[in-house]
């Protein structure tokens, strides 16, 4: 028996995540991704990540690390998995992923590909409107 609405993370680019009840339907997932759906399991526990099939394809903006050398593109959903049916999310597992995915990150670009760096939302949105470039202040030592 599957549920009518489920209790998911919503994570968007540059924003911390958002616990939502949403309706457990295909359209309530493909609006929050943007598009056509991909169901990813990279756990052992029955969670699953919801994400734009065609993200990276289509240009999305890089969201969250997938792993130690993946990203995930565009907005994403992480709901429980049961079996063939989307679930929500127990307490647990909200605080866990919340845990996970708390901090927006910045992929900048460098010679041997992207280096994610957590951020803030007012950093990741510094970041963009400065065209993906790092403006590091210099360390001020004082006088010596």
Same mark, same amino acid.
């Given at each position: 028996m599957s549920e009518n609405e489920i209790r998911v993370l919503y994570v968007q680019p540059g924003k911390y995540p958002e616990e939502r009840t949403i309706p457990n339907t295909l359209r309530a997932l493909q609006e929050l991704v943007g598009g056509d759906i991909e169901c990813c399991r990279p756990w052992r526990d029955s969670v699953c990540v919801i994400?734009?099939? %065609?993200?990276?394809? &289509?240009?999305?903006?890089?969201?969250?690390? @997938?792993? =130690?050398?993946? /990203?995930?593109?565009? %907005? /994403? $959903? $992480?709901c429980g998995n +049961? +079996?063939?049916?989307?679930?929500s999310l127990t307490d647990r597992q909200v605080f866990l992923y919340e845990r996970l995915y708390h901090n927006?990150?910045?992929?900048?670009?460098?010679? =041997? +590909?992207?280096?994610?760096? !957590?951020?803030?939302?007012?950093? @990741?949105?510094? /970041?963009?409107?400065? +065209?993906? !470039?790092? !403006?590091? !202040?210099?360390? &001020?030592h004082g006088e010596r």
């Open positions: 994400c734009n099939d %065609s993200g990276k394809i &289509d240009g999305l903006p890089p969201n969250r690390l @997938y792993g =130690h050398a993946d /990203f995930l593109a565009g %907005s /994403f $959903v $992480v +049961g +079996g063939e049916d989307f679930i927006p990150v910045v992929f900048l670009p460098t010679p =041997h +590909g992207l280096l994610p760096m !957590k951020c803030t939302p007012e950093q @990741y949105e510094q /970041f963009q409107r400065d +065209g993906n !470039k790092l !403006k590091i !202040k210099p360390i &001020d």
